[in-house]
């Protein structure tokens, strides 16, 4: 008898655990689907937010911080 009672008294919040996994699997599936397949427009504007704006030019450095 005191098996039952302590089951019936558990399986509420085995249930609760169960749908809050459930929950957590199903976010981690759509967040690694769109990491997977980005949207063509999230790419179009990745592209063009990596363009640089202007002429970009390299100097080397000299070893002197002042030049």
Known sequence: MRIN??????NPFLVV???GLLILN?????????????TAAATAQSA????????VFFRPWSGNPRN
């Open 17 to 19: 655990v169960a749908v």
């Open 48 to 55: 063009a937010n990596s363009a640089p704006a202007g002429p």
């Open 26 to 38: 199903l976010t981690f599936y759509l967040g690694m689907s769109v990491a997977r397949h980005p």
């Open 5 to 10: 009672r302590a089951a019936n008294e558990l």
